[in-house]
């Protein structure tokens, strides 16, 4: 009897072990690392997750139902480094190089001439229609798939001049752990960039949890073909849509189709999105990313070439939106720092 | 002691008890109902479920990666009926007689002069130029909010003239079932339509299940505004972007940036959509619906003004899209019906 009650016991000892196992395994996420680590504890964290914890307590004020959970992202200078300018322009220069032994007329001609004399200066003080023609000459021309493959294969080889590592390891590790966080409670993360469309997506999934159909940006005309019997879609030397100012709301409610409650930016080039999605019955939440860090990143704001900030960064103040300061509000910029 | 081992064994029976609940509570998905109950027991019915066994059988041919399992399907006369006419040409003429009193000179002007005497023919008797012209009578002028709010209103009040029902009541039933099975599986839905974007975005979600980021349709321009200090979004009087026919594959590829596995259409407006899901290296699935029930529904296909199935129907053997025949293969077409 003893012998068969201590069975018992070890059989009942083992269920109440699984159980509890259990219980831990599905409250796993509950007792998770702290989110957000490589923020320091100010109060742009603070106010980061008091935002967060308001939206998803039901029945508390500022709850936001969860298919309202999404949160929009500009890209450049807010999710990676824009200097020294952006990432895709570093990407054009390239591909001028590349293709420049097929145009030996681009010896003498703007604004091919400064791109390959790699004099950048020179390629600015060309006037729009040069640009343009650049930025055709670079990205039309191909299907859809071979654009995707001269992207990622130029992803795979090339490297910042000033950090010598790949493109898409330039990423802000605090605003991935951001994504990350937002996504942990239910929100939905999109990129809402000037940027090519085409240029980010094959990049964005493993670079910040984003799937293509979540990246909204600038885009090319396309056509649909049947080459032989194979259907294509070819990029057209005319310019579709510019997702940028202005053009940020147009493209949120283009493709998303709802007013996001959450916005971050880091440029005068995001102020109209900043606007849009703080000026709904929500109210969203905006926070501005400000270069401050000439040691870790780059320091730049109301004079710089690329990413602006002026506007956005007077009425930030008055109109509540989050300024994040990256020296002092983040303990690392990049992953791949020491 | 006797009354010991039979606490126990209650409290072993309980535990176990609990455990084959738990048990059967994780099964459950696997136990529920036979999925597409709306479909007879016909080959369609069977396609279908294969293809999405394959696609979630790991290790076997045909597996789909859940990245990869996105479907698209066409609205007009696949999701919901197209007659007597596209159920946006019905808003379209109803808008016409509620704006009518603001607008005299309608009377004696083609195209509203046949609007307003009710005369379709009459309507459809007139060039582009004055077509467009009603487009844009219709749809613009207003903010995204305010037109948001005139759908809204419009499918809340509109009936069909066949069945006196709400437009979004006339969605096909076996198809939302399909919508939902493919969910069930892991595949995201979207719709890709030559209809309005702005037109479908308030009742999809209800209807099928869809929310607005993954609707894809027509566009109208709009644009940036701060009314006062309230930022809108102006719908102005220009086309953007027509999604149907060649626009198609261009807005998948666009909106979604992934070429999808599964396709549903029913007209020769779905073509190029059917050739671009099924020409991938997936070689995707594709679906017709054949208009074949002039009883509980409407029998059409060459000749429709509406919805015309032509090419696409000649085509399907040889290219194994699967034709759904609705007298044949649905139990039921609405949810509605008895």
Redesign the interface.
Known sequence: ?IR??RN?DA??AS?LVAFVLLLLGLLRPALAQEPLPSWNDTSAKTRIMEFVQRSVTEGGEGYVAP?DR?AVFDNDGTLWSEQPYYFQLGFVLDRVQRLAPQHPEWKEKEPYKSVLANDLAGVARNGEKELVDLGMATHAGMT?DEFNKIVTDWFATARHPKTGKPFDEMTFLPMRELLEYLRANGF?TFIVSGGG??FM?PIT?KAYGI???Q?IGS?IR???A?VGN??V?RRLPAIDFIDDG?????GI??????RPVFVAGNSDGDY?ML??VT?GKQHGFAMIIHHTDGEREYAYDRNSAFGRLDKALNEAERRNWLVVDMKADWKKVYAFEN
């Open positions: 009897m068969q009650s018992i059989v009942l269920l298919v999404i859809t939905r469309i085409e997506r999934e799937p293509p159909e990246v885009t396309t056509e649909f049947l194979v259907p879609l202005p053009g940020k709301p147009v409610n283009q493709f998303i189709g709802r109209e606007r849009w000026g």
